[in-house]
């Protein structure tokens, strides 16, 4: 069952405009945001929990379902990922053996019902997401971001940046997503990176996995100057040495946010997704490399997890992905 809760908040926006619960202004635009949070109950929210381990009050981390999906090329259904990843979730298991602690149990998990876009999208649909990942930053909760295609993934960078201006955006992706139009629209998820690069630093963004784009996209990497770990560079490294985890680490500030599209795993091991392209990484190299960041001793401050497209029939897939959100929030909250 829901659990309902109120919130009424205000804040600046980086636009000069003015944020409130009954509306979000973006310039000239005004985006009717007015709402009632609601969270899911179990059976329903992230690892089918309780309620003395779910509510808002008594959580630390809360995850936000955003089943934006609009501008989709080539393979579709990713507004039904958050649905499916949740639902496999509850076959996640709570206890972690690396760190031999159950984190739902210790902080709390709480899961927003699947925001309600009707009919929005682009920025409108953004500007929806961001006040709820805003709302729930005020109230010092770790967000999490369930995708939904990429382009989604701007509302949760964006008002992470306004509470952590000094992160790094650690994008781990098969493609650079950094064209400026793709289908007629600037809002498409192969543009989501080229948006975010909008209003964020190209100095502090980090790609991993790279291994599809364009000549336009190749020439914006070079002349932002971008830290791209493609793929291919990646393997031609011998597995002994494996130095590009160093690298991408030390490309990385103190405070690091993730967008992690599901596609930068090797559709052998992650074939739900729109867009997948071969000699991905591996399940346990993204785990290595978050590994290797909190090692360093820098923050995993919140991520998303986007463009996860559930197959009928492909359990395997939604649980892969509902144990890396798990396995992540784990690597966050844990020394190491």
């Known amino acids: 069952m829901a659990q309902p809760t109120v919130g009424i908040w205000q804040y600046p926006t980086p636009f000069g405009s ?3 619960s009954s509306g979000i202004g973006y310039g000239r635009c005004w985006v009717s945001t007015r709402m009632e949070l609601r969270l899911l109950g179990p059976q329903e929210n992230f690892l089918d929990l309780e309620p003395e381990y779910s509510s808002l009050p008594h959580s630390h981390i809360a ?3 955003a089943p934006y999906e609009y501008r989709t090329s080539f393979g579709k259904g990713t507004r039904y990922g958050p649905d499916a990843i949740l639902a496999a979730s509850a076959h996640v298991e709570p206890y972690d053996e690396e760190f031999d602690r159950e984190l ?8 927003v019902a699947p925001i309600a876009l009707n009919g929005a999208y682009d920025e409108a649909a953004i500007a929806k997401v961001e006040v709820v990942v805003e709302h729930l930053l005020q109230q010092g909760k770790y967000v999490v971001t369930i995708g939904g295609e990429h382009t ?3 509302a949760p960078i964006r008002a992470h940046f306004r509470h952590f201006p000094q992160m790094s955006l650690l994008q781990l992706d098969a493609h650079a997503d950094l064209r400026s139009q793709y289908e007629g629209s600037p809002y498409s998820h192969a543009c989501a990176m080229a948006r975010i690069l909008d209003f964020f630093p190209a100095e502090r963004v980090v790609q991993v996995g790279i291994r599809a784009l364009c000549r336009e996209e190749m020439e914006y990497i070079r002349r932002a100057n971008l830290r791209t770990f493609f793929a291919s560079a990646i393997r031609r490294e011998s597995p002994r040495t494996s130095s ?4 991408v680490v030390d490309s990385l500030s103190e405070d690091v946010y993730i967008t992690l599209d599901v596609d930068v795993l090797d559709p052998s091991q992650m074939p739900a997704t729109g867009t997948p392209e071969p000699d991905g990484l591996w399940y346990h190299e993204v785990i290595h490399l978050l590994r290797r960041i909190r090692q360093s001793g820098r923050r995993i401050i919140g991520f998303d997890v986007v463009e996860f497209a559930p197959i009928p029939g492909l359990h395997h897939a939604a649980l892969t992905v509902a144990r890396l959100i798990y396995k992540t929030l784990t690597l966050a909250w844990s020394s190491l």
């Open 152 to 154: 989604i993934a701007i």
């Open 18 to 20: 003015f944020c409130s």
């Open 104 to 111: 739902c149990y210790e902080l709390g998990i709480a899961t």
């Open 63 to 65: 995850l936000v379902p």
């Open 244 to 247: 590009w985890y160093d690298a």
